[in-house]
C-alpha cells in the first residue's frame, strides 16, 4: 500500500504531474490556434468536435518544435521534474534531421499527453468531490444539484463517495503512468545524437590533455625539485662541520630551489583555475634557466658536466620550455637513481635540425637504475613530450652507463 501511495502520490510523482501540466500549459496557444482555423472553416465559434482544436494545433506544434532553442528548454525541463540523469540528455539544439525530428516527437507527445492531463486535473477533482459529499448534500437540502436522477437511488448516494474516491484515484494513475511513459521516452527522444556524442567525446579527450600536461608539469617541476632539495640537505649535513662553506651553498640552493618551485606551482594551479594562467612566473627555457638548474644540481654534491652547442641558445620558445623540463628530469632522474655523488654528463647540441639532448651517468645501486629500463613516470613524461614534439626518446643501460637520448625538431607539430 505504501508503495503504492509513494508511486501515485510520492515527490517524483508530483514533479511529473507538474510536468506534464506544464505541456499542457504550452499546449494552449496551438489549441486556441487550432480554433480559430476550425471557427473560420465551418463558420461556428467552436470547432464540430471538441477535441478538434487539439488535433490541429498539434502538428503546428510540431514545426514550432524545430527552433534552435526547443530541445535545450525541454532537456532542462525533463532533468528537472523527471529524474534522468544529465548524461542521458543532450543540452545542445538539434543538429540533423534525425535529431530534429525526434525533437519533434517528443514535444508533440509532451504537449498531447500534457494537454489531456492538464484538462482532466482541471476537471475530474471538483467533480470527485461533488461525488464524495453528495450524500451530505441531499441529506441537507434534497437536491442532487443536477445529476443524474439515478443519483436519486439510496444505493448511488451510498456508492458516490466511492466513486468519486475511485475517480480521483484513476487520476492520479493516468498522471503517473504519463509521467511515466514521458520519463521513459526522454533518453530516446531528447538523448545525444552521433554528432553530440562526438563533440563530447572530443571535449573528454581535450580535458584529458590538459590533465595529463598538468601532471607532467608537477611531476617534472615539484618532483625534481623534492629530489634536489633532499640531495642538497643531505650533502650539507654530511659536510656541516668539516665545510660549513659548501653547507651553506647547500643552504642557499634550498633556498632557491624552493623559491622556483613556488613560482612554477602557482603557474600550474593558475592553470587549473582559470584555464589559463595570467599574471604568473613564466616558465622556464633552456636559454634563461640552465644555468640556474646545473648550480642547484651541483649544490647537492654532483659533478655535473655540461657541454652546450652553437645555437641552442635561440631555440623556439616551445622547443626551449620541453627541452628545460627533458633536462630537468634526466638531471634528477641520474641523481636519485645514482646518488648525489655520482658525475653526469649533459650534452646539447643542433644536428640535422634537430636539438639531440644526452645524459650520461654511471649505473648505480639504487633500486630502479637499470632495474626498470624505460620504466617509471619521468621517462615518460619525458617521451610524451618527445612525441608531443615530433621528436624521439630512448633510456636504457650502455656499458655501464645509464644514457638518455632525445632528439626534438626544431620545426614541428606542437
Not at 532537456?75 to 525533437?103: F, N
Amino acid at each position: 500500500m505504501r508503495d503504492a501511495a509513494r508511486l501515485l502520490f510520492g515527490r517524483r510523482a508530483r514533479l511529473r504531474w507538474i510536468h506534464l501540466i506544464l505541456g499542457g500549459a504550452l499546449a494552449m496557444p496551438y489549441v486556441l490556434a487550432g480554433e480559430l482555423v476550425l471557427g473560420q472553416a465551418t463558420g461556428a465559434i467552436l470547432g464540430p468536435m471538441p477535441l478538434a482544436p487539439f488535433a490541429v494545433g498539434l502538428p503546428v506544434a510540431a514545426v514550432t518544435s524545430l527552433f534552435p532553442l526547443t530541445r535545450p528548454l525541454e532537456a532542462g525541463a525533463v532533468r528537472w521534474l523527471c529524474g534522468i540523469d544529465d548524461d542521458r540528455l543532450a543540452y545542445g539544439p538539434a543538429r540533423g534531421r534525425g535529431e530534429k525530428a525526434r525533437t519533434a516527437l517528443w514535444f508533440t507527445l509532451h504537449l498531447g499527453l500534457g494537454g489531456i492531463v492538464a484538462g482532466m486535473t482541471l476537471a475530474v477533482p471538483p467533480f470527485g468531490a461533488l461525488l464524495i459529499v453528495l450524500p451530505f448534500v441531499v441529506a441537507l437540502g434534497d437536491s442532487r444539484l443536477g445529476l443524474p436522477e439515478v443519483f436519486g437511488e439510496p444505493w448511488a448516494l451510498a456508492l458516490s463517495p466511492v466513486a468519486g474516491v475511485a475517480v480521483l484515484l484513476a487520476l492520479a494513475g493516468c498522471a503517473a503512468g504519463s509521467g511515466a511513459l514521458l520519463a521513459r521516452w526522454a533518453p530516446v527522444l531528447l538523448g545525444p545524437g552521433p554528432e553530440d556524442r562526438l563533440a563530447a567525446a572530443e571535449a573528454r579527450a581535450a580535458d584529458l590533455a590538459v590533465r595529463n600536461r598538468l601532471a607532467r608539469e608537477l611531476h617534472d617541476s615539484v618532483g625534481h625539485a623534492l629530489s634536489a632539495v633532499m640531495l642538497q640537505a643531505s650533502a650539507a649535513r654530511r659536510v656541516l662541520d668539516a665545510d660549513p662553506e659548501f653547507a651553506r651553498e647547500a643552504l642557499a640552493a634550498i633556498e632557491d630551489t624552493t623559491r622556483r618551485t613556488v613560482g612554477e606551482l602557482d603557474a600550474v594551479l593558475g592553470v587549473l583555475r582559470d584555464g589559463d594562467a595570467p599574471g604568473t612566473a613564466p616558465a622556464p627555457t633552456l636559454e634563461s634557466d640552465l644555468d640556474g638548474l646545473l648550480r642547484r644540481t651541483r649544490a647537492g654534491g654532483a659533478s655535473v658536466t655540461a657541454t652546450v652547442g652553437t645555437g641552442v641558445g635561440t631555440l623556439p620558445p616551445l622547443v626551449s620550455r620541453e627541452a628545460y623540463r627533458i633536462v630537468q628530469e634526466g638531471l634528477s632522474n641520474a641523481l636519485r637513481h645514482a646518488g648525489d655523488r655520482t658525475a653526469v654528463d649533459l650534452r646539447l647540441g643542433i644536428a640535422d635540425g634537430h636539438l639531440e639532448i644526452t645524459v650520461t651517468n654511471p649505473l648505480g645501486d639504487a633500486p630502479g637504475t637499470g632495474a626498470r629500463p624505460g620504466g617509471g613516470h619521468g621517462l615518460r613524461g619525458i617521451a610524451d613530450r618527445a612525441r608531443l614534439l615530433g621528436g624521439t626518446a630512448r633510456a636504457g643501460a650502455d656499458e655501464g652507463l645509464w644514457r638518455l637520448h632525445v632528439r626534438l625538431p626544431m620545426k614541428g607539430p606542437a
